[in-house]
């Protein structure tokens, strides 16, 4: 039995040798690289490669009896002698063996018996592998070391060592060098200079108290078992500040959280003035008041005192019309949802530049022919034959007060008598015998008429505007004669009524903007105007053309509204009965008429968007150096008859100022923004400028 022990333990011996040689650098020859090694191992006692690691590195050993262990190490790739060694600390550190370096030999030993030994914290960084054995001092600054053992604790294992010395604040760490740098990083973090200077934040819009019993009562119900003393907080009211006392961390906190409420929403306790800018105050004031006023009754303030209007729920909404503000006390809730809406309605709008064009042409022609016969006694006082047609263009007293008229000399009556047109008179009057006459009138005649009217308005979207370009034409109503005695005479009093009508263009619309490029018009248009004399009317007459639609029309876009095609023909005969029929001699005994008129009118509107100033002042540009250019065709020079003098004509526009920064519109403000609607939102905290 003793030989076979003796046996077995020679065989062991040779196969580590065996093993050694295999692995001492260029034993392999040219299979591997001049001084690596590539070590593979399966269960392998590992005394067997403590053998291997002493013959490659040259190191002596000391092992402990209880250092057995099958090991297993597999590697694919080869490695440098060093290399090597740190790899087989590895294996020690898993199995649970230490290497505890001793002069110039290597003590392998269970790793429960660590940290009685000196480990390699002497050694260099270079000589010192990652699995060494080190115990470390590390002095603590800022927080006391006896509170850092229970955090490190977990972090170090069973054989390892961490003890504190409250006198002088150091820890003591007995573990491997991996480890042991970690433990230092992580305490380097955790010993930070935790100052505890004092803060003063001066408030711009809250109460130094209120924010710091918000603070208060915040901090107690987020106090924790184990949490870090909590800052300091103190309100100065005197000077309207909150002074922080505490750790650096917490007082950043606090810092933010007191910017955070010191916003301008509390500006003048429950009390606002919003500075409109395109909105009428007045106006608005009504509708949010009657959006946000609360019905109900009020509410007890603590200690039963009154409550403020703003903790009951009451909205106020009142308008400042010299200024165009609205002062409004609100719930800070409330508060906020009004300065929402606000900032959705005062905006700029945008306008609607509309042209409208009017256009009618008319042709009337008319053509007359009659004759009129009278055959009586001596200068026709007692007609025994006459014929009378009413020709319209004829003048007054007829036939017969024609030849009156001519026997007697008078021109005016003769001017009188004698109607458009060609009159000719043939006959015979005397003032004895048989007296005759005949009056032959003929009238053709042609007019044209071309009207061309583009008036022009700019209005706002959804503001209803009017434009009036006319006369005031009076018109008889009613007339009245008083007769009556006065001191014994007869006196007559006649007056007339008169009322005066508006002739002329008027134009009214409403234009609403869709969301695209285009609008809506709401028209109302009338063109009147006098009319030529017509017979039978009692007084002037007009003609009136009216137009009340509503039309989408897109920008810049000419769209038709309405119009007139018309024709009108007339054709009228007066005539003797039997002669008048007769072929050709009846023409002696009739009077033809014929009239044809024709009408084209039509109404033609052109909406254009003013998005912007630029584009308002583009159009008005063009529209004024039109009106210049026309004044100066027309009115070329200086005024005739007066040297020296130059006629009148509007003055050049002078060319848009390029825009300018308004210094009211920028403030420095270094707190964290508050959360606002998105949109077009205004800064509402903005007072005018002196």
């Known amino acids: 039995m003793g030989k076979a022990s003796r046996w077995h333990g020679v065989v ?92 110039n030999l290597v003590k392998i030993l269970p790793d429960a018996n660590a940290r ?7 050694a260099a960084g270079g000589g010192r592998a990652a699995d ?49 740098e970690r433990l230092q990083r992580i305490i380097e973090r955790i010993d930070t200079d935790s100052t505890s200077d004092i803060e003063v934040i001066r408030l711009e819009n809250a109460s130094a108290a209120e924010v710091v019993r918000v603070i208060t009562t915040l901090g107690q119900g987020a106090k924790t078992e184990g949490a870090a003393p909590p800052a300091t907080v103190v309100a100065d009211e005197r000077t309207n500040s909150v002074l922080l006392s505490g750790d650096r961390n917490e007082r950043l906190r606090l810092r933010t959280l007191v910017a955070h409420l010191d916003t301008p929403l509390q500006e003048g306790g429950d009390t606002r003035v919003r500075y409109l800018r395109y909105a009428e105050a007045k106006g608005l004031a009504t509708k949010l008041q009657a959006q946000y006023q609360k019905q109900g009754g009020a509410a007890a303030a603590p200690g039963g005192a009154a409550a403020a209007p703003a903790e009951r729920g009451e909205v106020s909404i009142w308008a400042d019309d010299n ?26 709008r945008m306008q609607v530049l509309v042209e409208s064009l009017i256009v009618e042409v008319s042709a009337d022609k008319a053509s007359e022919l009659g004759v009129n016969w009278a055959v009586g006694d001596s200068n026709l006082k007692n007609a025994v034959g006459v014929t009378r047609f009413d020709l319209p263009n004829t003048g007054g007293g007829g036939l017969v007060g024609l030849a009156g008229a001519v026997k007697s000399g008078d021109a005016t009556a ?8 060609l009159n000719l008179a043939v006959g015979r009057v005397s003032d004895s015998g048989t007296s005759f006459a005949a009056l032959i009138n003929a009238l053709a005649s042609d007019a044209n008429t071309n009207i ?12 209803e505007a009017e434009i009036k370009v006319g006369q005031e034409v009076p018109f008889v109503t009613g007339q009245f004669t008083n007769t009556g005695a006065t001191s014994g005479t007869t006196s007559v009093n006649p007056f007339q009524t008169i009322q005066r009508q508006q002739v002329g263009l008027t134009l009214k619309l409403t234009p609403q903007i869709n969301e695209g490029d285009a609008v809506l018009l709401k028209i109302e248009q009338v063109l009147s105007a006098l009319a030529a004399s017509v017979r039978g009317a009692a007084d002037l007459v007009t003609t009136n053309r009216s137009i009340t639609t ?36 009846g023409q002696l005994f009739r009077v033809d008429s014929t009239t044809k008129k024709k009408t084209n009118l039509m109404v033609f509107i052109k909406p254009t968007i003013l998005r912007d100033d630029a584009q308002a002042a583009f159009e008005t540009n063009a529209k004024y150096n039109y009106v210049r250019n026309q004044q100066l065709a027309m009115n070329p020079g200086h005024v005739r008859l007066m040297p020296g003098e130059a006629r009148l004509t509007v003055p050049p526009i002078a060319p848009a100022a390029p825009p300018t920064l308004d210094l009211r519109q920028l403030r420095l403000d270094t707190r964290p923004p508050a959360a606002e609607p998105a949109g077009d939102a205004h800064d509402s905290s903005r007072q005018p400028a002196p």
Not at 80 to 102: C, Q, R
Not at 134 to 153: S, W
Not at 414 to 421: E, P
């Open 12 to 103: 062991n011996r040779l196969a580590a040798l065996a093993l050694a040689l295999s692995l001492v650098p260029g034993a392999s020859g040219a299979q591997q690289p001049q001084g690596s090694i590539t070590p593979n191992y399966k269960d392998a006692d590992i005394r067997q490669v403590i053998e291997a690691v002493g013959a490659v590195t040259g190191k002596n050993f000391i092992l402990d009896p209880r250092v057995k262990a099958q090991v297993t190490m597999l590697s694919s790739t080869p490695m440098t002698p060093e290399a090597f060694y740190e790899a087989f600390l590895s294996i020690l550190s898993v199995y649970g063996f230490v290497a505890v370096p001793s002069g």
């Open 116 to 122: 009685q030994v000196p480990g390699a914290e002497l």
């Open 132 to 180: 060494d054995l080190v115990t470390r001092i590390i002095a603590v600054k800022n927080v006391g070391a006896a509170q850092l053992v229970p955090i490190l604790r977990p972090l170090i294992p069973q054989y390892g060592h961490l003890a504190a010395h409250p006198a002088s604040n150091i820890l003591i760490i007995s573990d491997r060098a991996s480890n042991v």
């Open 323 to 348: 200024t165009n503000a609205l002062i409004i006390t609100a719930p800070p809730k409330t508060m906020k949802a009004m300065m929402a809406v606000i900032d959705k309605v005062d905006i700029r």
């Open 414 to 421: 003769i001017g009188s008598a004698i109607g458009k047109g």
């Open 452 to 463: 061309v009217g583009t008036p022009v308005l700019v209005t706002m979207d959804n503001e």
């Open 550 to 585: 509503s039309v989408i029309v897109e920008d810049g876009g000419t769209l038709v509204l309405g119009g007139l095609i018309q024709d009108d023909l007339t054709e009228k005969q007066q005539r003797v009965p039997i002669l008048g029929s007769i072929p050709l001699l």
